[in-house]
């Protein structure tokens, strides 16, 4: 281990040099008072200067320094929505100033009834439904990245860092000021950002990127300036220019958050239960080697605050995806993507960052799966910045520690894992081409040798190109694979579902003597991506049998080539009774690498927002609309034909505005020629009991057959004797998410979380596949006799209580309290079992308290 962490530190300490040897290479009228003593300079549509300051400003909310009776007047603001470029209800004024420590900003948000502003207490990072003033900032002025700051009239703040010309990183939390004030003339936000917060290019003088937003609840209504168009793709490539920022300088950062943990918790034991203590001290840093390049380390991270994942019962071949909730991996990681799969906006692709510190993935070999939910990171450190000649550059290196069974048998080795990316922009952003490389060793012996693989390398090249005023984009990527191991366990890697190699109806050959597998993916897709009413996206992609990336990515299938469509018509401008409304189409075929068809679909959709912010949305669907043939339902054995399914889905939304929310959702499907059927029905309401408490409660209730389940295979697979079967299961399903918070003060607050999940299911209509491509269904199956088809019932309740208390900026003491109860039965054991949610009062709780206290020093 001491060696492990020897590369480890000798690494960044050989490559960050080089890194940092790379970086050196028409005013308004108005019928509101003027409220500033004189009349400066008006700033233009899109360009605004910046004063600088001899005296700092008190960040009170209160308008009155002197700086702001010189600063220029920023005046000029358009409304977005509902309505693009029309003239705001109410006038809004913004003056910005500087000086060589920090960037300030004035907006006076003018209001003939300030008793009426919605001004709603919560958590940071919580948007309510409240006025809001944000300003975002550019400091590049690359139109593709920039952080975003907001506020409330109560003080609450929100901050995201802003990737890829509009993606939102809410998890970065920066250290920044600001003040406000109510008045008779409406409300003052008033911000102090430190210059060391953001990243700009060393020079004499800088222009920024930049844009001041203003929301207006009880209206539903946004203005900004200068114009943001709804219709146009983007956000930081559509911000105006901040200039007249001379003679800053380029700060080094140095910010480091130690931290203490006390923990107490309860675990399982050969008989009953056992009760754990442990304390630990950790620490986290920030260093800014230059203003664009900083390196963030963590060394003994916790993440007991976070929260939890919901429960699920996975009955498919594909491995469930859960996002990311770990701050540390969290901040910054669109830098770290490389796509190789997106569905509806969820994407995954060569970096999953939840591979680091992951579950002991032979936890059930050698013990049970309370061995530990996650792996131990002894530390981890990455270095993200951009060059001065926009290269913008990512490195990660995580390491972590070897973890035994109870019987002392490793069920995860020590691993290091590291992911290195660069993209280089150009054309201001609307061009780049990028690289990305990654790389797993595991530090493996006699009890992980035959089952995981001892290395695993991954890299790629992506690029995009936006033209015709940026409206229309081209992108694609091409990526290789090298996973090495032993013989058992790259024939386990050739068999998995996301290969089938054992497949007995294709042209792949398992090879059970090989050593490595190696493989490729290539995609090209062409888009609008805005102008005008219509947009549209289209494209071909292409995974080889033998590409493998799920040691530090996320990939639910290779041995793949899928075509797919999207195109969406909008109307973005209210008229009628509607506010706004799209329609869209998606249509794909997908195939295995050699040509079977395993989907031919498509849906429609439309969704529509009325005039009083209420929303609904539909949408209806097929799948198998021509002959196709499922290749992971037989679990490793011949493609089965597929009969025609279609499912649809309604949804509608309360108005926001509302103290309580209702919610309802519904969805519905049939397939095999009626055999297979389901509904899903979800209410769900957000209230609000006061400013200071808010909830949530949300109840999921489904109820399926499906005809066809893999029930299991018998005999040895690819043998003559195999027997793949399937059965019919009468599944149900019932889950309630609550949620409740209560904020004392924008940085003292409390947060509930419980989710309390059951599901049971029995089987029966045991049926053998005997001709798995026949057009008939009496052709396609027989009955199998197997005894028992099974049954199974899955009760889990998870919860999480953190208090949060933000005692100075960027220190903070978290108390917390999270609990599991969970019930499982199979066979006879699980059709006998009660029903219901309340069950789950009988199981055992698996307790956590921990208190965690951090505490931020800047240099």
Not at 86 to 112: C, I, K, M
Not at 222 to 237: Q, T
Not at 603 to 618: C, E, I, P
């Amino acid at each position: 281990m001491k060696a492990a962490v020897s590369r480890f530190v000798v690494a960044g300490a050989l490559l960050l040099p080089s890194l940092v040897w790379a970086q050196q290479q028409q005013a308004t009228t108005t019928r509101y008072p003027v409220v500033i003593a004189t009349a400066p300079e008006v700033a233009t549509a899109t360009h605004a200067l910046a004063s600088r300051a001899a005296k700092a400003p008190v960040i009170d909310g209160k308008a009155d320094d002197s700086i702001w009776s010189t600063a220029q007047l920023i005046n000029g603001f358009r409304t977005f929505d509902p309505v693009e470029n029309g003239d705001p209800r109410f006038r809004t004024d913004a003056r910005v100033a500087y000086d060589a420590h920090n960037l300030y900003v004035l907006v006076r948000a003018f209001d003939p009834h300030p008793d009426s502003l919605v001004a709603l207490l919560s958590r940071r990072d919580v948007r309510t439904q409240s006025e809001w003033v944000k300003i975002i900032i550019d400091g590049y002025h690359d139109r593709r990245t920039g952080i975003e700051l907001a506020v409330n009239p109560v003080g609450v703040k929100r901050d995201y860092a802003v990737l890829n010309d509009g993606e939102e990183d809410e998890s970065w939390d920066g250290v920044w000021d600001v003040g406000t004030s109510v008045d008779s003339l409406g409300w003052v936000a008033e911000f102090r950002v430190p210059l060391n917060q953001l990243r700009y290019p060393s020079d004499s003088t800088h222009t920024f990127g930049f844009a001041i937003w203003r929301d207006v609840a009880r209206f539903n209504e946004r203005y900004s300036w200068p114009l943001y168009s709804r219709s146009k793709g983007g956000l930081a490539s559509q911000l105006g220019e901040l200039s007249g920022i001379d003679g800053i300088a380029s700060p080094r950062r140095l910010e480091v958050a130690p931290y203490t943990l006390a923990k107490s918790y309860n675990a399982p034991v050969a008989r009953g239960y056992a009760q754990h203590s442990q304390a630990t001290m950790g620490a986290d840093v920030k260093y800014g080697i230059t203003s664009n390049l900083t390196v963030d380390a963590t060394v003994n991270p916790d993440f007991g605050q976070v929260e939890a994942d919901p429960s699920v019962l996975n009955l498919s071949a594909f491995e469930t995806f859960f996002p990311e909730k770990r701050p540390f991996f969290l901040e910054g990681q669109g830098l770290f993507r490389f796509d190789l799969n997106c569905n509806d906006g969820n994407c995954s692709g060569l970096f999953y960052s939840r591979r680091i510190g992951r579950g002991p993935q032979l936890a059930n070999a050698y013990g049970d799966a309370t061995n530990g939910s996650s792996s131990t990171i002894l530390g981890a450190s990455k270095l993200t910045g951009r060059l001065g000649n926009g290269v913008s550059v990512g490195v990660l290196d995580a390491v972590t520690q070897r973890e035994l069974a109870p019987t002392t048998q490793t069920i995860e080795p020590q691993t290091n894992y590291f992911v290195g990316r660069l993209q280089r922009d150009f054309r201001q952003g609307a061009s780049a081409i990028g690289f990305m490389t990654t790389s797993v060793r595991r530090n493996l012996d006699r009890w992980t040798s035959d089952s995981l693989r001892s290395s695993a390398l991954a890299g790629g090249v992506d690029f995009r190109h936006q033209f015709l005023d940026r409206n229309f984009e081209i992108t694609g990527y091409y990526a290789r694979s090298q996973v090495q191991g032993s013989r058992p366990a790259i024939a386990l890697t050739q068999q998995s579902f996301v290969h089938n190699y054992q497949r007995p109806d294709d042209n792949l050959r398992f090879d059970s003597t090989r050593t490595s597998l190696g493989g490729y993916s290539a995609q090209f897709v062409l888009g609008k991506r805005g102008g005008g009413s219509t947009l549209f996206n289209t494209g071909y992609q292409i995974l080889s049998p033998g590409f493998e990336v799920n040691d530090v990515g996320f990939l639910s299938r290779a041995n793949a080539r899928n075509q797919f469509f999207w195109a969406q018509y909008h109307r973005n401008t209210p008229h009628g009774i509607y506010r706004f409304w799209n329609f869209n189409v998606n249509q794909w075929t997908n195939y295995t690498y050699d040509g079977t068809r395993t989907d031919a679909g498509g849906n429609v959709n439309a969704h529509m927002q009325f005039k009083n912010s209420m929303w609904l949305h539909l949408g209806e669907g097929v799948n198998a609309a021509a002959p196709a043939y499922c290749d992971n339902c037989t679990r490793g054995g011949p493609a089965l034909r597929q009969e025609r399914s279609t499912w649809g889905w309604a949804s509608v939304e309360g108005d926001p505005r509302w103290v309580v929310i209702p919610y309802l959702n519904g969805s519905w499907g049939a397939g095999d020629k009626g055999r297979s059927h389901n509904w899903n029905l979800s209410p769900a309401a957000d209230f609000r009991v006061t400013s200071r408490v808010t909830g949530s409660v949300s109840y999921n209730y489904g109820r399926g057959i499906n005809a066809t389940q893999f029930n299991g295979n018998f005999g040895a697979i690819g043998s003559d004797t195999t027997h793949y079967t399937v059965a019919r299961l009468d599944q149900t399903t019932r889950s309630l998410t609550m949620r409740l918070g209560v904020t004392a003060t924008p940085n003292l607050s409390l947060q509930v979380y419980a989710a309390p999940f059951a599901t049971r299911g029995t089987y029966s209509d045991w049926l053998e596949v005997v001709n798995a491509r026949a057009s008939q269904w009496t052709s396609r199956y027989r009955p199998f006799d197997g005894g028992d088809p099974g049954a199974f019932d899955f009760k889990q309740y998870r919860s999480n209580t953190v208090v949060r208390w933000e005692y100075r900026p960027g220190s903070a003491l978290f108390f917390v309290w999270a609990q599991e109860r969970t019930l499982s039965a199979d066979g006879s054991e699980a059709r006998a079992a009660l029903s219901g949610i309340g069950q789950l009062a009988k199981a055992h709780p698996g307790n956590v308290f921990l208190v965690k206290g951090s505490y931020w020093v800047s240099y």
